[in-house]
């Protein structure tokens, strides 16, 4: 069941391709370090590369939780505005309240309270 989980996340997605072609690349860098004699540092810059990868995706802001935020925020002004707008409406006199629903030719009959 764990296993089903991790396979949907996008994080751990990433990090297993990026340590997939690390892996990869360090297999190559063996015979190139003998062949080379460059020593440790190419597998060394390989390990860092990918740490650094790893990091910037663990440490990126999620996106998804971004749009959320983004949605409550919006859905908060709107009921606010709803809110002020039935504040609005009670606070007129009970004249204009019928005025208003007459005027706009859409409704046949004045709703009362």
């Known amino acids: 069941m764990g296993h089903k989980s991790t396979k949907t996340n996008p994080k751990v997605e990433a990090t ?27 597998p060394l810059l390989v390990a860092l590369s990918a740490g650094a990868g790893t ?29 002020n707008l039935e504040t609005i409406y009670v606070s007129l006199p009970e004249v204009d309240k019928t005025l208003l629903l007459s005027e706009t030719g859409e409704h046949k009959g004045v709703i009362q309270r």
């Open 16 to 42: 297993s391709s990026i340590w997939g072609c690390a892996i990869g690349m360090l297999g190559v860098c063996i015979p190139l370090v003998s062949i080379t004699e460059s020593g440790i540092l190419l």
């Open 55 to 83: 990091a910037a995706v663990w440490l990126a802001p999620d996106q998804r939780q971004q749009q959320e935020i983004h949605l409550v925020q919006t859905l908060q002004a709107l009921e606010e505005r709803v809110i």
